[in-house]
């Protein structure tokens, strides 16, 4: 099988990555939905810079590649993709609660719950909500994250972000032109790499802000299914819900191979651990086509489709 990186560049990788550097890679161990082809290399990173520095010399060789954090919110075709997968595990956080504003600087690839948590412990607030978003600052900030009436855009301070051409640049939270579920860059898929953030934080107590995480917490496990998926599936419409939309055009608990619109939220897809990726895309391809005939809406996906897929299954459609 022939690589997008030639036998010289993977000699290169591998001096600077050592095991964390592995050619022909099945990618659903790296998404939430556990499905997904393989990737021709993955590198998984540790901290920003080696981060900056992996993604300036791909840049440099002109070889295609993409970032995954936690691996939610994207599907991968089962056909796989001709191209480099970065997985990003940076992980440096610290606390500034001596300045004003409060806030916490944060690497890229640390897990958005697990620095909610730490917030939580030193009685600061702020970042609540996040505690219930499966994924990493880093595609949080590209794509303005949001639960439980707050987004990313409310809280961020600064974001340094590495493009191929202008190099690092600190943008704020204008700068990013955010909109629902989205940032310029996300819009106009730009190649940058977001490598650190700040986000503002308020003093609180740990007993306050815990609690209000366990509330929210408490709504997400009563209200979204248990088992492997990739989160929301489509944006909600404007003054809609694309759950109500799907549910109403009688689709909820509908299964296509191992995939199934989830019977507790009909926005959530869920791998019964024998589906594949194009399980998915289908059912995905029939919840745009039965909402579109019964309610004149169009669903926008969410999540983002990466790599090649064959045509709707015109059979599946018609159920």
């Known amino acids: 099988m022939k690589s997008?990186?030639?036998?010289?560049?993977?000699?290169?990788?591998?001096?600077?990555?050592?095991?964390?550097?592995?050619?022909?890679?099945?990618?659903?161990?790296?998404?939430?939905?556990?499905?997904?082809?393989?990737?021709?290399?993955?590198?998984?990173?540790?901290?920003?810079?080696?981060?900056?520095?992996?993604?300036?010399?791909?840049?440099?060789?002109?070889?295609?590649?993409?970032?995954?954090g936690k691996g939610s919110n994207v599907l991968v075709s089962d056909k796989g993709i001709h191209e480099v997968v970065i997985i990003n595990r940076s992980k440096n956080i610290e606390f500034n609660e001596d300045n004003y504003p409060i806030s916490v600087f944060t690497e890229s690839g640390v897990n958005f719950g697990s620095l909610a948590r730490q917030a939580a412990l030193r009685g600061l607030s702020g970042l609540e909500w996040v505690n219930s978003v499966p994924g990493t600052v880093g595609g949080g900030v590209y794509g303005n994250a949001g639960a439980h009436g707050s987004d990313t855009q409310q809280i961020l301070l600064l974001a340094e972000i590495l493009h191929p051409i202008?190099?690092?640049k600190c943008y704020s939270a204008a700068d990013m032109y955010y909109a629902y579920r989205?940032?310029?860059?996300?819009?106009?898929?730009?190649?940058?790499?977001?490598?650190?953030?700040?986000?503002?934080l308020e003093k609180s107590t740990r007993e306050d802000v815990e609690?209000?995480?366990?509330?929210?917490?408490?709504?997400?496990?009563?209200?979204?299914?248990?088992?492997?998926?990739?989160?929301?599936?489509?944006?909600?419409?404007?003054?809609?819900?694309?759950?109500?939309?799907?549910?109403?055009?009688?689709?909820?608990?509908?299964?296509?191979?191992?995939?199934?619109?989830?019977?507790?939220?009909?926005?959530?897809?869920?791998?019964d651990e024998n589906a594949s990726a194009n399980d998915i895309y289908q059912l995905t391809q029939l919840a745009k086509t039965a909402v579109k005939q019964n309610f004149n809406h169009d669903l926008e996906l969410e999540i983002e489709l990466i790599g090649e897929w064959d045509a709707p299954d015109s059979a599946a459609l018609e159920n």
């Open 182 to 200: 989205s940032s310029a860059f996300k819009r106009n898929h730009e190649p940058v790499i977001i490598l650190n953030a700040t986000f503002r």
């Open 4 to 68: 997008v990186l030639n036998a010289q560049q993977i000699e290169e990788l591998g001096k600077l990555l050592g095991r964390n550097f592995e050619e022909f890679v099945p990618l659903g161990k790296y998404t939430t939905a556990n499905v997904g082809g393989s990737a021709d290399a993955v590198c998984i990173i540790n901290n920003s810079s080696d981060l900056e520095t992996i993604c300036t010399l791909l840049w440099r060789w002109n070889i295609p590649f993409r970032i995954f």
């Open 211 to 271: 609690g209000r995480m366990a509330k929210y917490m408490e709504h997400r496990q009563s209200t979204q299914p248990p088992g492997a998926s990739l989160g929301s599936m489509f944006k909600n419409p404007p003054g809609d819900y694309a759950a109500r939309l799907i549910e109403a055009a009688g689709l909820k608990g509908t299964k296509i191979g191992g995939a199934e619109i989830s019977k507790r939220h009909a926005n959530f897809f869920v791998n």
């Open 166 to 168: 202008h190099g690092k």
